[in-house]
């Protein structure tokens, strides 16, 4: 199976202005996902959509390809994902290079790991998926099962539908919410089904300690504090 690793990077992000090329730890923001992608053994080509040539200069010096430049009118505050994969796609199959699906690598989310992308992609290429998504448990105290919706009347009606909560917490069923940080999707399903997940999707859970998205400084100073640890030493235990 042939996967194009895709990052995508405008140049006009509001929350953290010019983001994807701020410094994170002493790299630009971009550059944590590049190394991951590059990493990963399953991806057969990694490549920059961007708007901004200082942005696609930067990518380019962490070792992504920047083939093209991503038209204005795709770079947007209010433009979808979607319509930005489907242009790459397009332009690289114009150029005689195809591919059977498309990893999608968000520079929001700088800690995934190469092991993340490569068991993502594994799990779609095992068949029966249309697309496989990172995905991270949900707090029991917001399972769906517990959750309300208030309707316009004031009533609460419960988020699955049921009549009444479930309730013991040991008896609720696992939920999940997506975590951001990879998106695998079959070509077809992308350029055909004009969908980033199709009929049939699969989860992969990632580690909660590592998840940050990345969209306005609160975010990059939890992404700070992460990093931090990460590289704190172990404390040393002593003999008792």
Known sequence: MRVLGLVPARGGSKGVPRKTIRPLGGRPLLHWTAEAALAATRLSRVVLTTDDPEIAEVGGAGGLEV??????ELARDETPTLPVVQHALRMLEA???RFDAVCLLQPTSPFRTPQDIDACVALLAAGGADAVVTVLRVPAEHNPH??????????LRLATGEA????RRQALPPAFHRDGSVYVTRRDVVL?????YGGRVLGYETDAARSVNV???DDWA???AMLAAFRRPAATLEAV
């Open 164 to 167: 009444e909560p479930i309730p």
């Open 215 to 217: 969209d306005d400084l």
């Open 95 to 97: 150029a005689g290079d």
């Open 146 to 155: 517990w959750v309300y919706f208030r309707g316009g009347d004031g009533a």
């Open 192 to 196: 055909d089904g004009h969908s980033l």
């Open 67 to 72: 083939p093209f430049l991503r038209p204005a």
């Open 222 to 224: 939890r992404a700070e």
